[in-house]
C-alpha cells in the first residue's frame, strides 16, 4: 500500500508500531523514520499526532540501548573469533592493546 501512496497513514503508522514491537536497532530506526514522516503528514488537529509524539520520545532511547547491545553483542562475537584463531599460538586478544594515536587512528601494542 505504501509504493502505490506513500503517504497512506494507516499503513505508515501499522508499519511504524510493528517495527517498535520487533525491538531492534534498525527496525526502531525505521519506526523513527515512519513516525517523523508521520508528523510530516498529519494535519495538527489529528488526534493520532500525540500518540506519533509520545512513540516518537520513547523510540529514540530504546534505539540508542538496542544500538548499543547489538555492537557489543557483535564485539563479543568477534574477539571469541580472534581468541580461537589466536588460541592455536598461545595468543589472545587481550595480548594486544589499542590506543588511540591523536590523529584519528590506533596503535596497537602486544603484551603478555
Known amino acids: 500500500a505504501l509504493l502505490d501512496d506513500p503517504q497512506y497513514v494507516k499503513a ?22 515512519d513516525y517523523k514522516r ?35 553483542e557483535m564485539v563479543d562475537k568477534l574477539k571469541g573469533l580472534g581468541n580461537s584463531l589466536l588460541g592455536n599460538f598461545g595468543l589472545s586478544t587481550d595480548n594486544f592493546k589499542f590506543e588511540p594515536n591523536g590523529q584519528g587512528g590506533y596503535s596497537i601494542n602486544f603484551a603478555r
Do not use: C, F, Y
Not at 508499519?15 to 525491538?23: F, I
Not at 531492534?24 to 519506526?31: E, G, H, V, Y
Open 38 to 72: 508521520l508528523l510530516e503528514i498529519l494535519p495538527a488537529t489529528s488526534p493520532l499526532v500525540s500518540q506519533v509524539r509520545i512513540a516518537l520520545k520513547r523510540v529514540a532511547p530504546l534505539r540508542e540501548a538496542a544500538q548499543k547491545a547489538e555492537m557489543d
Open 12 to 33: 505508515l503508522h501499522r508499519r511504524a508500531t510493528s517495527n517498535d514491537a520487533l525491538g531492534t536497532w534498525s527496525s526502531l530506526a525505521a519506526a523513527e523514520e
